[in-house]
């Protein structure tokens, strides 16, 4: 089975610009998480998705980041305009709906540096 | 809101068992207990999951007092290839964003 597809792996960009990741959830998990890992700390949790809704979007700096998950399968996260900080991993993961507990599985991230 | 806290780092010895202990005071009635693995340029991996008591799978163990205001994730004989941070994680699927935060971890290096 295949795993969390996150696209593209590294990218460069300079401040100012427009940057879009894309994430593919494991098939048949309805919960996909969009995290941010900044170096040295742990992941933070920048918006859930329930199918297609975004039911917790608390953390996410509406100001200039926003996502998708049209048709609740594949998401993107956008940042515009990116800001030096921040570069960090902005990594997805998914999780079974039927689950009741924080069993997630996560894709290897997208490393974001902002010059 | 269930804050955890955990040793920053920790140093074994190949073969050794190894123990990795968080609190979680304030974890709620439906709260789990979850523990991930993370090497350096991946996504953390989920290791293991419980509730209570005792659960073990083929790469751990997770042992959860009663009053569930702690737990300790236990791995058997340790490897090189065991160097990595371990992070708990308390809550649900539901829980909050501020709530599936992860913590700083545990750097586990384990040596020759």
């Known amino acids: 089975e295949a795993g969390v597809v996150q696209s593209p792996r590294y990218k460069i960009i300079e401040k100012k610009q427009p940057v879009a990741f894309w994430c593919n959830p494991i098939?048949?998990?309805?919960?996909l998480y969009w995290y941010r890992q900044n170096l040295g700390q742990g992941p933070e949790l920048l918006i859930r998705?329930?199918?297609?809704?975004?039911?917790?979007d608390s953390q996410l700096p509406k100001d200039r980041f926003s996502a998708e998950r049209l048709k609740g399968v594949d998401s993107t996260l956008k940042i515009q305009p990116a800001e030096l900080g921040d570069s960090a991993v902005y990594l997805c993961?998914?999780?079974?709906?039927?689950?009741?507990?924080?069993?997630?599985?996560f894709g290897p991230g997208t490393r974001l540096t902002v010059t | 809101l269930a804050k955890t806290t955990q040793p920053i780092s920790m140093d074994s010895y190949e073969g050794q068992e190894v123990n990795i202990t968080c609190s979680h005071n304030?974890?709620?009635?439906?709260?789990?207990i979850t523990w991930y693995q993370q090497f350096p340029s991946q996504g953390p991996r989920f290791i293991i999951q419980g509730y209570k008591t005792k659960v073990t799978n083929e790469v751990a163990s997770l042992f959860i007092p009663a009053d569930r205001k702690s737990s300790t994730l236990s791995l058997p004989r340790v490897s090189l290839s065991d160097t990595a941070v371990y992070y708990c994680?308390?809550?649900?699927?539901?829980?909050?964003?501020?709530?599936?935060?992860f913590g700083s971890g545990t750097q586990l290096t384990v040596l020759p």
């Open positions: 304030n974890i709620a009635t439906n709260d789990y």
């Open positions: 994680l308390v809550g649900l699927r539901k829980s909050s964003a501020r709530q599936l935060t």
């Open positions: 098939s048949g998990h309805n919960t």
């Open positions: 998705y329930e199918n297609e809704e975004a039911v917790d």
């Open positions: 993961a998914s999780s079974l709906s039927r689950t009741g507990g924080v069993e997630q599985y």
